[in-house]
């Protein structure tokens, strides 16, 4: 019988030969190495910390000592239509191991269940206030980014336009006795405060299975089969879904104006949707190519219908098993204001004017499509991993959008 230097048999281990030596030998250095990592701590864990209401929380890595670091990026995920934080849950697990020091996710919930269903700018409005209130308790940041699956990705458009150039760092200042500002950097002073989102360097707005050009459009929503008497018949009880449903199908017309999404691709007066859009170093569009059941393929990636891809020359990613197609955007490439500016609303579709103003900026456009997967006809929260455990077929898509993002 063989024993180990303690005394101790080795389990698996009998006597005789020289192979047995060496497997002796691996298992020796194996319990050594054993032995030191049980007397090192653990560097880090995740910590999951819930505001005063209890629903939205903030993400973050805290050493053995109980200590927090101070990460520079604040990342802001926000949930879709009758969602909440807890969407958000895998994909936040995800990032924060990969930049584990570099940033603080903080899952929204100010807009959760039926709250989704007071409109675009209301809820807008609500996730303004949120951030704010989430960069007051973590006063050290001094940069942004938005995630928004569905919906959330209209509500955090509005939001970023509520928030751009709004410095809220003198604020912070008071409160904190005039330590902890989180613009002291030189570096971030150098940018102009005009193009910060509430006071902030703003890098990455990422949007998947978004309808950014709402929901009225021929097709933007596949579960109606391209009938156009049941879209017609959609728009007309859009109200079913609150203001929100009226905002999606564009059936909103208050005191004369166009409909909020789009006003939504202009600058105006009180808010400068597309200045503060533009204000973010990228912007990402990820897109279903097929089995979403809510929000269209040319909808959610800002492209005439003419402009998609065609479906069955689309390779996919080895890495990547649901990308399909990835276009990276060339910033220089930009239509010319002066081309896309529409003069004469009368004599253009709504839908072309929200593409013309949403393509003033270069977006990445990423195509995911689920075909021959189980979840395929869950596309529509597999994008996100709603649900890991029935849509885990998402998470290369999820592990797509750590690996490009920008810190």
């Known amino acids: 019988m063989l024993l180990s230097g303690d005394g101790e048999q080795l389990p698996g281990v009998k006597e005789g030969g020289g192979s047995k030596k060496k497997e002796l030998s691996q298992l020796k250095k194996r319990r050594k190495k054993s032995k030191r990592s049980s007397y090192m701590p653990k560097l880090s864990c995740l910590r999951i910390k819930h505001d005063t209401t209890g629903e939205s929380f903030d993400m973050e890595v805290v050493d053995a000592s109980g200590q927090r670091p101070h990460p520079a990026h604040l990342v802001i995920m926000v949930n879709g239509l009758m969602g909440s934080a807890q969407d958000w849950k895998f994909a936040a697990k995800e990032f924060l191991k990969r930049h584990p020091y570099d940033i603080i996710v903080h899952c929204s919930e100010c807009n959760s269940s039926i709250l989704t269903f007071d409109g675009v700018d209301v809820m807008g409005e609500r996730l303004a206030e949120e951030v704010i209130s989430v960069i007051k308790r973590h006063p050290y940041v001094q940069k942004i980014s938005f995630i928004g699956h569905s919906l959330g990705g209209l509500v955090a458009r509005y939001a970023v336009a509520n928030l751009y150039e709004r410095d809220i760092s003198k604020e912070i200042a008071r409160e904190n006795g005039n330590s902890g500002n989180h613009n002291s950097d030189p570096e971030c002073n150098e940018m102009k405060p005009e193009r910060k989102i509430a006071g902030l360097e703003p890098i990455n707005f990422i949007t998947s299975a978004t309808p950014h050009l709402g929901s009225r459009g021929h097709r933007q929503v596949p579960v109606f089969c391209g009938f156009h008497t049941l879209e017609k018949a959609a728009t007309r009880v859009s109200w079913f879904l609150g203001k929100t449903g009226k905002h999606l199908f564009l059936a909103d017309k208050d005191n004369g104006k166009p409909p909020l999404l789009v006003q939504m691709v202009h600058d105006n007066e009180d808010l400068k949707f597309l200045s503060a859009l533009q204000s973010f170093k990228r912007r990402v569009a ?100 709603k649900f890991n455990r029935i849509n885990s077929a998402g998470a290369d898509v999820i592990q797509h959008m750590i690996d490009n993002f920008e810190l």
């Open 286 to 385: 990820y897109a279903n190519v097929r089995h979403d059941q809510l929000v269209g393929w040319s909808t959610s990636s800002i492209r005439r219908r003419k402009e998609l891809p065609k479906p069955k020359n689309l390779p996919r990613h080895e890495k990547y098993p649901h990308i399909v197609n990835a276009e990276i955007a060339n910033p220089t490439n930009v239509p010319d204001e002066a081309e896309t500016k529409v003069n004469e609303p009368g004599k253009i579709d709504l839908e072309e004017e929200m593409i013309r103003g949403l393509t003033k900026m270069s977006w990445d456009r990423i195509d995911v499509s689920f075909s021959g997967s189980r979840q395929k006809y869950l596309a529509h929260n597999a994008i996100q991993v």
